[in-house]
């Protein structure tokens, strides 16, 4: 099993970027889908999850209103929007993916995790 992230990079403050998740090596809709991050010295955090089928999603508070997870079922792929970047969301974005009927919002409820990719917000 493999998740691929890809499309971190340097924003200025109050820009934009698509980061994507591609699985490979598992069947992908049984899986519910996650997005974690990591600050230096700093816990890995939840940021957002989607079910399986894609119906529900789940935010963190810090991110509501300005992220957006979906996933396309045709190309293994997830997705997270993130729009008005702040500096404080500068970290290494993780996706991950989780059996279950219930989408979990903690790493516990992850199986697999991608290899990370940077996401710097400048001020």
């Known amino acids: 099993v493999q998740l691929q992230a890809s499309g971190g990079g340097l924003v200025q403050a109050g820009g934009s970027l698509r980061l994507s998740c591609v699985a490979s090596?598992?069947?992908?809709?049984?899986?519910?889908m996650g997005w974690f991050r990591q600050a230096p010295g700093n816990v890995r955090e939840f940021v957002g999850a989607?079910?399986?089928?894609?119906?529900?999603?789940y935010y963190a508070d810090s991110v509501k209103g300005r992220f957006t997870i979906s996933r396309d079922h045709a190309r293994n792929t997830v997705y997270l929007q993130m729009n008005s970047l702040r500096p404080e969301d500068t970290a290494v974005y993780y996706c991950?993916?989780?059996?279950?009927?219930?989408?979990?919002?903690?790493?516990?409820?992850?199986?697999?995790w991608g290899q990370g990719t940077l996401v710097t917000v400048s001020s």
């Open positions: 991950a993916a989780g059996r279950g009927a219930v989408t979990s919002t903690t790493t516990k409820g992850y199986r697999y």
């Open positions: 090596g598992l069947t992908f809709s049984p899986y519910h």
């Open positions: 989607i079910s399986r089928n894609g119906g529900s999603t």
